[in-house]
């Protein structure tokens, strides 16, 4: 089992830049994959990005290609999300998730809230 602890969220100005941390529990940390989820008011959760265990393969949702970089420290237990030029439409809570499987997240963070103004 592992819990998750998402930081980093905050207010920034449209084009500006905020980088998410996810830290995990447990010992098994490398072994699972991770993925970042948003969910904006009244939308449902949508998935943002993915990182494999090692790190080497990743996948983002269109709307943040070129813009958001997931990346993951094994040795620290944490996940990453750089997220550059960010868009008011980027506003939503974040949650980081963990996988046995990678596509079925299993465990979740509590959620940090990021908003962007125009």
């Known amino acids: 089992q592992v819990q998750l602890v998402e930081s980093g969220g905050g207010l920034v100005q449209a084009g500006g830049s905020l980088r998410l941390s996810c830290a995990a529990s447990?010992?098994?940390?490398?072994?699972?994959?991770m993925g970042w989820f948003r969910q904006a008011p009244g939308k449902e959760r949508e998935f943002v990005a993915d990182?494999?265990?090692?790190?080497?393969?990743?996948y983002y949702v269109d709307s943040v290609k070129g813009r958001f970089t997931i990346s993951r420290d094994n040795a620290k237990k944490t996940v990453y999300l750089q997220m550059n030029s960010l868009k008011p439409e980027d506003t939503a809570v974040y949650y980081c998730?963990?996988?046995?499987?990678?596509?079925?997240?299993?465990?979740w963070g509590q959620g940090t809230q990021v908003t962007v103004s125009s």
């Open positions: 998730a963990a996988a046995v499987t990678r596509g079925s997240y299993t465990y």
């Open positions: 990182v494999n265990w090692s790190g080497s393969n990743t």
């Open positions: 447990g010992r098994t940390f490398s072994s699972y994959a």
